[in-house]
């Protein structure tokens, strides 16, 4: 139901207008039986007179009525008493709700964070993994150089400028 203002109320202010509703409802029964009953009485004592049983007879329903109105008494107390407990909760809840929205939130940096360190990750990796290939290429080239200069001065000279090219790169790893 739509823009029923009923409908709407959270369920814990329904249950305390519901009871409210209910007590007034047996207390307005409760006064139309007593107020019919006491006209009755009393157009019966005017014509009859006024008997003792007629009295008795308004004195239970005064007893019941009294009764009735001391268990609604009592209904009403306990909706407000729960109505207060239920009041008392709603800080609670706005806390806890506004906590919940904060780690959300957090939650939410969290993960673009780790989405970006992935992505950082996933560079270096590719980084590292160029680098191993050229240091590859170059070892080949190394021990090809030593094949084809297997005598001579001159292999001591070479390795050592290759080793020299290599080196800046091999601390990068």
């Known amino acids: ?44 004592s005017a014509m009859v ?3 003792s049983a007629e009295l008795a007879q308004l004195e239970e ?14 209904q009403w107390e306990g ?4 109505l207060g407990v239920l009041e008392g909760k709603v800080p609670e809840l706005e806390q806890a709700l506004t906590k919940i929205t904060q780690l959300q939130e957090e939650n939410g940096a969290l993960k673009v964070e780790v989405s970006q360190q992935q992505e950082q990750l996933r560079d270096l990796q590719s980084h590292r993994d160029k680098l191993e290939l050229q240091n590859e290429l170059l070892q080949k080239q190394l021990q090809d ?17 290759l080793l020299a090219l ?5 601390l990068l790893l």
């Open 1 to 44: 139901m739509k823009g029923c203002s009923w409908c709407s109320l959270p369920p814990c202010k329904r249950a305390w207008k519901m009871y409210v509703a209910m007590a007034l409802g047996v207390a307005v029964v409760l006064v139309a039986a007593l107020s019919t009953m006491l006209c009755q009485l009393a157009v019966g």
């Open 79 to 82: 909706c407000r008493k729960q």
């Open 61 to 74: 329903v005064l007893a019941i009525t009294n009764r009735s109105l001391a268990e609604a008494r009592g």
């Open 49 to 51: 007179g006024n008997s």
């Open 145 to 161: 150089m030593r094949s084809q200069h297997s005598g001579g001065n001159r292999l001591p000279a070479v390795s050592l400028s």
């Open 166 to 170: 290599l080196l800046p790169r091999m």
